[in-house]
């Protein structure tokens, strides 16, 4: 049987997925692969991303994952399909931009900030159509470049990079924003103070819980062990 839960997105963004998941898996062992060497995830090709996920998802597996977190909107979109048809075996679990979530609640002007693949795709166009609400607006905002700041921690051009994109936003009315890349959940301090009524929508804890019910579903769950963590980097490990 296999027992680690496997994570990887293009750097330190999953991070956030991987603080929940500490939060309500207190027995679970983690192995999360931080591919720094191949960041930006958002401007790869979809067969790039497919090679290099599927050399991630490969890496996990042979050290005993049972289950992969794909921490990665862009990612998850081009790839978890393809991903999950070859590792029949293993259960994927993705992240997409909680859209849902920013209708549900009822906001009525919605930014979504991602990768421009992410926004671009036909995933957040379905996304919109399936969960939009009468007279709700949702303003597809694409952060090129703004991911690879966050990975590097550039404060300056980070600040520069999102005053730039959301400041022409200022006068909408601006109630919400989805963040639809798990780098910005990083930084959500700095876009607070420039659109500083918008409420933050990040899915990290809705992929958490999704987790939670997978293991439970698939009799996968651990009890009374300690849990574990352990982070590699592309940088210094390979696939």
């Known amino acids: 049987m296999n027992y680690k839960i496997g994570i990887f997105d293009s750097g330190m963004g999953g991070?956030?997925?991987l603080e929940e998941l500490r939060k309500i898996l207190p027995n679970e062992t983690f192995l999360?692969?931080?591919d720094s060497k191949n960041n930006p995830y958002g401007e790869k090709t979809e067969e790039e991303l497919f090679k290099i996920t599927s050399g991630i998802v490969e890496y996990l597996?042979?050290?005993g994952c049972k289950m992969i977190i794909i921490a990665c909107n862009t990612a998850t979109i081009k790839c978890m399909k393809k991903l999950r048809h070859i590792y029949k075996k293993l259960i994927f679990v993705g992240t997409v931009p909680a859209i849902k979530i920013?209708?549900?609640k009822g906001f009525q002007n919605t930014i979504v900030m991602a990768t421009p693949a992410t926004i671009n795709s036909e995933r957040i166009s379905e996304l919109?159509?399936?969960?939009?609400?009468?007279?709700?607006?949702f303003y597809l905002l694409p952060c090129k470049g703004l991911a690879d700041c966050i990975e590097v921690q550039n404060?300056?051009?980070?600040?520069?990079?999102?005053f730039k994109l959301l400041s022409p936003y200022q006068t909408k009315q601006i109630d919400s924003i989805v963040l639809g890349c798990t780098h910005y959940s990083l930084i959500k301090d700095e876009i607070s103070k420039i659109l500083c009524h918008a409420t933050l929508i990040d899915g990290s804890m809705g992929v958490a819980q999704e987790v939670k019910r997978q293991l439970k579903l698939n009799n996968l769950e651990k009890k009374g062990e300690k849990q574990k963590i352990r982070v590699v980097t592309s940088k210094l490990e390979t696939c």
Do not use: G, M, T, W
């Not at 404060?155 to 999102?162: S, T």
């Open 15 to 17: 991070f956030s997925i």
């Open 32 to 34: 999360y692969y931080k």
């Open 61 to 63: 597996r042979i050290r």
């Open 102 to 104: 920013a209708s549900d």
């Open 128 to 137: 919109i159509k399936n969960n939009k609400k009468e007279n709700q607006k």
């Open 155 to 162: 404060q300056e051009r980070i600040e520069k990079l999102l």
